[in-house]
């Protein structure tokens, strides 16, 4: 059976992903493995139609498809995000149809959901017979349980493609709205207050309702708002991931484009930052996912701490909850607040006109009274995976990050509260007495309650 293998890591035959599938092989080689470095050969299968060409045809020869990626920012690497769109651009999305696929990735399980959720996705717009997916720790396959728990997935895909076994799709078709935005002219009365506002887009078709929504947002103020096209900042390539930023914050590309001066000089020093973006394929366009990517060079520090986020976004974003998820986490971890988030899947213009002036005068408001929103499962738990890598084996990759998160006081394991620890032992070691075990569960309720209690009491 012919299994094509698309490999979406830019360090091609060096990616952690790979030598997974390459596991599988020797195990199995009774299957014919078709690999194509798809992300690290991006920039040649955007030039080159034949080389494009070539592997859609070596997919429509074979029986399965094996989406082998490691995880950026809750997504793919933007050069395998550019892959997909050119598959919908180049109209060929027939070659996958029926095909079964399984999604492999590695990483250290942050956000691996949301990254699977949107391969999927791309699988069902396929048509594809989309199996299922295996999200492997990136060291599992040293391990010898974890050799033979992604065997047993890997076998029972192929057995599946073998016998053409049902599946169901997850998701339904995006449903494109037909609405045009046309804006009325703003009154131009909202005072930034000497904050510096900095709207970033990814591209601007003229006529389009993106551009017409990023015109009239910026129109609401009375000056000072800086436009940006990302197309107009200097980006040589995607990221390789070197994790040579890892040691001092030094990106490979040092020296070579403005990506590190743009992000350093305009969106680090923004008050308020604006995101503004149409929907591709499930999520937003690869120009966007190649400056989240290149941000990287800060590793996993937050460097938008208080400052107000924004997104301005055209196309069916209420039908896509994976990228509202991953929207909401970008902000939480970066410790920044999340002002809202307006789209066009709106009942008229002035309804529009109305949600953009307000999400600017709010940004400003919520801007002067320096508030950010408490975090929630996304952010916190977010977090706690990256405190525990960079303190554990990661460290020695990462140690910028280990300066940051000691120096701003991230490692707060419980294990160094001595205090609730000492509690614990006296009240575990306590509640072992039937007498004091029933005095304590009929006082639970009250107890819990009392320090709140006395916070409102006292006021």
Request: aromatic share 12%; net charge positive; with cysteine.
């Amino acid at each position: 059976m012919i299994v094509v293998v698309l490999n979406g890591s830019p360090k091609g035959d060096r990616s952690v992903t790979l030598q997974y599938v390459r596991y599988l092989q020797k195990i199995h080689p009774e299957h014919d493995y078709r690999i194509f470095p798809v992300a690290r050969q991006i920039g040649k299968l955007e030039r080159d139609q034949r080389a494009f060409d070539a592997v859609m045809d070596q997919v429509a020869d074979a029986a399965a498809v094996i989406w082998s990626f490691p995880l950026y920012y809750c997504l793919v690497c933007s050069q395998y995000k550019r892959f997909i769109e050119l598959i919908f651009a180049n109209g060929r999305r027939d070659v996958f149809r029926g095909k079964y696929a399984l999604a492999l990735s590695t990483s250290i399980h942050f956000f691996d959901h949301t990254a699977h959720n949107y391969l999927q996705g791309i699988c069902d717009d396929l048509g594809m017979n989309y199996f299922g997916h295996y999200s492997a720790e990136m060291y599992d396959l040293v391990r010898t349980g974890e050799r033979e728990r992604f065997l047993k997935c890997c076998e029972n895909f192929l057995a599946a493609a073998a016998a053409g076994i049902p599946t169901a799709p997850r998701y339904p078709p995006l449903r494109p709205g037909s609405f045009v935005y046309e804006p009325t002219s703003p009154r131009g009365d909202i005072d930034p207050e000497g904050r510096k506002v900095l709207l970033l887009y990814d591209e601007e078709r003229p006529g389009a309702n993106l551009q017409k929504m990023i015109h009239a947002f910026a129109a609401n103020f009375s000056g000072g708002v800086e436009v940006i096209a990302l197309t107009d900042v200097d980006i040589k390539g995607g990221c390789l991931g070197c994790c040579r930023c890892g040691l001092d914050n030094v990106c490979q590309y040092e020296g070579q484009d403005g990506y590190r001066e743009f992000y350093d000089e305009k969106v680090k020093k923004a008050d308020i930052i604006i995101m503004a973006g149409e929907i591709r394929d499930r999520y937003l366009s690869s120009r966007w996912k190649l400056f989240f990517d290149r941000s990287f060079f800060n590793t996993h520090a937050p460097t938008l701490k208080g400052k107000q986020l924004a997104w301005i976004i055209s196309g069916p974003l209420g039908q896509l909850p994976n990228l509202m998820e991953i929207l909401s986490a970008y902000g939480q971890l970066q410790q920044a607040n999340t002002v809202g988030i307006v789209t066009d899947e709106v009942a008229d213009s002035p309804q529009l006109d109305a949600l953009l002036g307000e999400l600017a005068r709010r940004s400003v408001r919520l801007a002067r009274q320096g508030y950010v929103a408490p975090g929630d499962y996304l952010g916190v738990g977010g977090m706690k995976i990256f405190r525990d890598e960079v303190w554990g084996r990661l460290r020695f990759v990462f140690q910028a990050d280990h300066r940051h998160y000691k120096r701003h006081g991230f490692y707060d394991f419980p294990q160094k509260d001595f205090k609730t620890r000492g509690v614990n032992l006296l009240m575990c070691t306590m509640t072992k007495f039937p007498p004091f075990r029933k005095r304590f569960l009929e006082a639970l309720e009250k107890e819990m309650v009392r320090p709140l209690k006395k916070v409102v009491a006292d006021k």
